[in-house]
């Protein structure tokens, strides 16, 4: 028998497909798989949030204080007026089960946060920035819509599931990098609904206080025009002051309700620590 | 800055950049694997025909009348493109095709080279020939080393004098 070589035809150690396509179907699936993971828990925390009724979480989170704030001394005369103004506000919100707190962070950053068993942290900051007690009532008022439609609590959750979604998939670099994108495009989403909502019961709020809205929004009105330093913390975690505007004054139209009345000035009994 | 070009940004740091950077790898990695290929081909043509074998035991009709060693190394680096699609492939599993023609390349060149090189020393034929490949760095994607794969072609060269 003699050996005749030839050529081999084809080689069988090479996928024909093209590396696009293979590319594109793993991003475009692993996605829409991530997503779908993504929107499954998302709903499970919403699932949960049943599981704890506002008694069982006032319990829980009972004379509670977020380690990462520095409040002010409980004899400030500025917490006073914020928790006269919270008791005003939250008269018209009859069915909430919080008793409702406030705290002064002692930052120059103008924010104010929601957090679970009914506090409220405003920061020195925003207290220096805000020019009338209904700019101001507003702000609070936004905060206990987050209360009401519980999304403090929901935050909390659902930063503790995307934890250890990450944490399960921070095996490769690339897919966690993949993961968090769309993490972001995600709660981006939901966040800016949760705070639309918040948005309206804070107006709503406003407006049985005052029977109008008269410069409930005047303060992002500011923030838009003078922007970053002091107010960076706040834009970063509320939506940006135009839309917000937008879509204010867009509510109150619909509900018909008075952009023009007297607006409460503001007076702050002097900080004794003030220099 | 209006807040939206610092949006714009910010989404064009987070995910333009690694895009640019992938198709960047993808187009220039593609252009020099296709010009491999080429050039493995157009050398194995010229090579047809030339005996390598691994066979340890010859053919009883060669006189053999000079034996030695030759050998032929490659490493080829894998690119940024062929990395990523990996590591997403890495999450469910299956067959690694960006990594498939690195192999391929890696082997066919090692064999190419061994054989180029004893038929440039006027050899006749080459058998035993044995394959093996060494990981040279850590192919996970953590910036440690370039990733890539070595393959070393070894094999018995023989000068005939008859056969």
């Known amino acids: ?275 | 800055m209006e807040p939206g070009t610092v949006q714009n940004l910010n989404l064009l740091l987070q995910f333009g950049l690694p895009l640019a950077l992938i198709l960047f790898a993808y187009f220039i990695g593609s252009m020099l694997e296709k010009r491999h290929f080429r050039s493995i081909g157009a050398r194995e043509d010229a090579l047809h025909g030339f005996p390598v074998t691994t066979f340890r035991n010859l053919p009883q009709n060669w006189q053999v009348g000079q034996a030695e060693l030759v050998t032929g190394n490659v490493v080829v680096s894998l690119d940024y493109f062929k990395r990523i699609i990996a590591g997403l492939r890495g999450l469910i599993g299956g067959r690694v095709k960006t990594y498939e023609p690195l192999l391929d390349r890696a082997r066919r060149e090692a064999v190419l080279r061994m054989v180029e090189s004893a038929k440039s020393r006027g050899f006749d034929a080459v058998v035993n020939v044995r394959l093996d490949t060494s990981r040279l760095a850590n192919s996970r994607g953590n910036g440690e080393g370039t990733a890539g794969v070595e393959m070393l072609a070894f094999g018995t060269a023989l000068k005939l004098d008859g056969r």
């Open chain 1, 1 to 275: 028998m003699k050996f005749i070589p030839r050529k081999a035809r084809n080689d069988v150690n090479v996928s024909p497909e093209h590396p696009l396509v293979e590319a594109t179907t793993l991003v475009v699936g692993l996605g829409l798989i991530f997503a779908v993971i993504l929107v499954a828990l998302l709903f499970l925390v919403d699932l949960l949030l049943w599981f704890v009724p506002p008694e069982k979480e006032i319990r829980m989170f009972d004379a509670w204080l977020p380690e990462d704030i520095a409040t002010v001394a409980v004899d400030d005369p500025r917490l006073e007026t914020l928790e006269a103004l919270l008791a005003r506000l939250s008269r018209h919100w009859p069915d909430a089960k919080y008793p409702f707190r406030v705290e002064i962070d002692d930052s120059p950053q103008a924010n104010a946060m929601a957090y679970p068993g009914g506090l409220i942290v405003v920061t020195a900051g925003l207290i220096e920035q805000t020019q009338s007690e209904n700019e101001l009532s507003f702000i609070l008022g936004h905060e206990l819509g987050h209360f009401h439609n519980r999304d403090h609590l929901r935050g909390l959750g659902r930063g503790a599931l995307l934890l250890i979604l990450f944490t399960a998939i921070s095996s490769s670099d690339n897919s966690a990098a993949l993961g968090s994108s769309i993490a972001n495009l995600t709660l981006s989403g939901f966040s800016r609904s949760q705070e639309a909502k918040a948005d309206r019961f804070g107006l709503a709020l406003v407006h049985a206080e005052y029977g109008h809205v008269a410069d409930a929004w005047r303060f992002f009105s500011r923030i838009n025009n003078a922007r970053g330093g002091l107010l960076q913390s706040y834009l970063a975690t509320h939506p940006p002051p135009k839309d917000r505007i937008d879509r204010l004054a867009g509510y109150a139209r619909e509900q018909g309700w008075s952009s023009d009345g007297s607006v409460t000035p503001l007076d702050w009994p002097q900080d004794p620590s003030a220099p």
